[in-house]
């Protein structure tokens, strides 16, 4: 959970701890409409494909993706999305509690896709003295 650690050596929660372990599924219960008739995993990528942000808020709540109360995604036009609140916080609030497991890092993508392929690409970069460049992939 989302912990504030604080000047007395204690620990605040901000939102309850959900489980959720890298490789979970997470997904919407209904087929969103851009998906098409393909399948429920059928996402329209195109630029000026419609937003469709309630399964998005529906799967990242079933990611354990958790928002202070009053907080909500609003759009003026539809096309672009941005937060507000319908209640005052006091100022330095937790707003958002995203999991660890769910945010792309460099880290996880080695931990998670780590191959054969992968270590005979940096053994090609080591060869060819490109060592520092390793990171970038």
């Known amino acids: 959970s989302l912990a504030a650690f604080l000047l007395d050596g204690s620990?605040?929660?901000?939102?309850?701890?959900?489980?959720?372990?890298?490789?979970?599924?997470?997904?919407?219960?209904?087929?969103?409409?851009?998906a098409g008739p393909l399948s429920a995993t059928a996402v329209n990528?195109?630029?000026?494909?419609?937003?469709?942000?309630?399964?998005?808020?529906?799967?990242?709540t079933n990611c354990g993706v958790q928002r202070a109360e009053g907080i909500q995604l609003t759009s003026q036009d539809g096309d672009d999305y941005f937060v507000t609140t319908t209640q005052s916080l006091?100022?330095?609030?937790?707003?958002?509690?995203v999991?660890?497991?769910?945010?792309?890092?460099?880290?996880?993508?080695?931990e998670e896709f780590r191959s054969q392929n992968l270590q005979q690409a940096e053994a090609q970069l080591a060869q060819a003295d490109m060592r520092d460049q390793i990171p970038l992939f």
Not at 90 to 97: C, Q, T
Not at 100 to 108: D, E, G, R
Request: net charge negative; proline share 12%.
């Open 11 to 34: 620990f605040v929660s901000a939102f309850p701890t959900f489980a959720f372990t890298r490789g979970s599924t997470c997904t919407a219960s209904h087929t969103p409409p851009s």
């Open 99 to 110: 999991p660890n497991q769910m945010i792309l890092s460099s880290v996880a993508a080695e």
């Open 90 to 97: 006091p100022a330095g609030s937790p707003v958002l509690f």
């Open 45 to 60: 990528i195109d630029e000026n494909a419609p937003r469709d942000i309630a399964s998005f808020e529906q799967w990242a």
